[in-house]
Structures are given as C-alpha cells and as structure tokens.
C-alpha cells in the first residue's frame, strides 16, 4: 500500500519560514519523481516544485529563490524548504510521487498571515 504523508505545516507570519516533509512508503522511492503542489481557497491545484530520482529540481516562477526542494532517498523522504514566505503561498501543499502512475498525499495546511 502507497502512503504519502506530509508534516510541517502551520501557521507562520509573512517573511517566516517553514519546512514541510513528505515521507513515503511503499514504493521504490529512489526511482520516482517527487513534487509539491499546493492548492489555495477557490483556486485549480498547482506545481510548486519537483525533483527527479536523479535530483534535477524545477520550481514554479512564483516560489523561485524562496523555496527549496529536496529528497533523502535513504530516508524516503522529500523536503520542502520554504523562506520569505507571504500570504499568497497560503494553501494546503500536497505531496506527490510520479513514475507509471502517479501517488498523493492527503495534505498540509500552510497559512501565512500576521
């Protein structure tokens, strides 16, 4: 069985920092892509950031600078590591595992206000 299960979220002021975890289980972790994807309040879910199994990363033109993706094949674990953060990051982030098929996690809220 395929779990994802992200941490880390919560509530922090603008310019704050937070570092969101996602560890998976039941997959060769190693070989697949992992990505954030975050969705706000009336708003379509959207790509934040990606990293290969080779460790190429991609991040969304709005988080570039600010955020940082990146994985521990030997904890299975992938990493969100997210600085000068504003109001308009506030969603719910969701990890994501990519190969033949694609896998989710249920979720982290991430709220930034003052």
């Known amino acids: 069985q395929v779990q994802l299960v992200e941490s880390g979220g919560g509530l922090v002021q603008p310019g704050g920092s937070l570092r969101l975890s996602c560890a998976a289980s039941?997959?060769?972790?190693?070989?697949?892509?992992m990505g954030w994807y975050r969705q706000a309040p009336g708003k379509e879910r959207e790509l934040v950031a990606t990293i290969t199994s080779g460790g190429s990363t991609n991040y969304a033109d709005s988080v570039k600078g600010r955020f940082t993706v990146s994985r521990d094949n030997a904890k299975n674990t992938v990493y969100l590591q997210m600085n000068s953060l504003k109001p308009e990051d506030t969603a719910v982030y969701y990890c994501n595992a990519q190969r033949t098929f694609g896998y989710w996690g249920q979720g982290t809220q991430v709220t930034v206000s003052s």
């Open positions: 039941g997959i060769s972790f190693s070989i697949f892509a």
